[in-house]
């Protein structure tokens, strides 16, 4: 069981109600987006239910792994999930997925005032056992520095925003989004990532209906509101 509690988390990651029969999974890189879309769907009249935690929690919880926050034990099975590619490479592979689409690209930024990642003396990383861009960060660090003793790993993005605010480290990974949104000044990674979207084999129509608006003008207008490459 992957336990989440921690004294600053509200269950702000989980949005809908808990015994609706569509369950999506989508990667906390899109954390931002998520108002615009639970609004979305409210305003189509779907029901729902969505996690949105590093994506690889949701992996494991794909796979029956169960999460615990405080005394709340949520095990819950996707119909449709949004993950970075190599995950849903293994999906498809699995013959797991009906569906299976591009979603979003997102670009790999350090916030910080330095202009080169090996010259902060604290870098604020988010934790390279969950979150995708942390491991992808730390493999580039590693070749272009050899150095970890200057890296701190967060367990939540927040974290680095306000050790960022509040001068405790130099430096924080995360997206350019993210970091725009922010108003942190920073450096692009060169690195970009593909998000995917796809859907569980036995979908029912509701499901399909979610994938389709999904895949919507309005939803692409969303993701450009918040920084966000549409795919």
């Given at each position: 069981?992957?336990?989440?509690?921690?004294?600053?988390?509200?269950?702000?990651?989980?949005?809908?109600?808990?015994?609706?029969?569509?369950?999506?999974?989508?990667?906390?890189?899109?954390?931002?987006?998520?108002?615009?879309?639970?609004?979305?769907?409210?305003?189509?009249?779907?029901?729902?239910?969505?996690?949105?935690?590093?994506?690889?929690?949701?992996?494991?919880?794909?796979?029956?792994?169960?999460?615990?926050?405080?005394?709340?034990?949520?095990?819950?099975?996707?119909?449709?999930?949004?993950?970075?590619?190599?995950?849903?490479?293994?999906?498809?592979?699995?013959?797991?997925?009906?569906?299976?689409?591009?979603?979003?690209?997102?670009?790999?930024?350090?916030?910080?005032?330095?202009?080169?990642?090996?010259?902060?003396?604290?870098?604020?990383?988010?934790?390279?056992?969950?979150?995708?861009?942390?491991?992808?960060?730390?493999?580039?660090?590693?070749?272009?520095?050899?150095?970890?003793?200057?890296?701190?790993?967060?367990?939540?993005?927040?974290?680095?925003?306000?050790?960022?605010?509040?001068?405790?480290?130099?430096?924080?990974?995360?997206?350019?989004?993210?970091?725009?949104l922010n108003g942190f000044k920073y450096m692009d990674m060169n690195k970009t990532i593909t998000l995917e979207i796809g859907v569980f084999k036995g979908a029912d129509k509701n499901t399909l209906n979610a994938y389709e608006?999904?895949?919507?003008?309005?939803?692409?207008?969303?993701?450009?509101?918040?920084?966000?490459?549409?795919?």
């Amino acid at each position: 069981m992957i336990d989440l509690t921690s004294s600053s988390n509200n269950l702000e990651d989980i949005w809908g109600n808990i015994d609706a029969n569509l369950t999506i999974f989508f990667d906390n890189s899109l954390k931002e987006f998520l108002p615009k879309l639970v609004k979305i769907f409210d305003d189509n009249y779907i029901s729902y239910f969505i996690e949105s935690f590093p994506s690889e929690i949701l992996f494991k919880q794909i796979f029956n792994e169960k999460i615990k926050i405080g005394n709340l034990i949520i095990n819950k099975s996707p119909k449709i999930v949004v993950l970075p590619t190599n995950q849903m490479k293994a999906l498809k592979e699995w013959d797991l997925l009906l569906l299976k689409r591009s979603y979003a690209k997102l670009r790999m930024s350090m916030a910080t005032e330095k202009e080169d990642i090996c010259k902060p003396n604290s870098i604020a990383v988010p934790n390279p056992q969950y979150f995708t861009i942390g491991s992808i960060f730390i493999d580039i660090y590693q070749i272009r520095c050899k150095n970890e003793n200057k890296i701190i790993t967060t367990n939540e993005l927040k974290e680095i925003y306000y050790l960022l605010k509040e001068r405790k480290v130099e430096a924080g990974i995360m997206w350019e989004h993210q970091a725009k949104l922010n108003g942190f000044k920073y450096m692009d990674m060169n690195k970009t990532i593909t998000l995917e979207i796809g859907v569980f084999k036995g979908a029912d129509k509701n499901t399909l209906n979610a994938y389709e608006i999904t895949n919507s003008i309005e939803f692409r207008r969303a993701l450009d509101s918040v920084e966000i490459i549409g795919d």
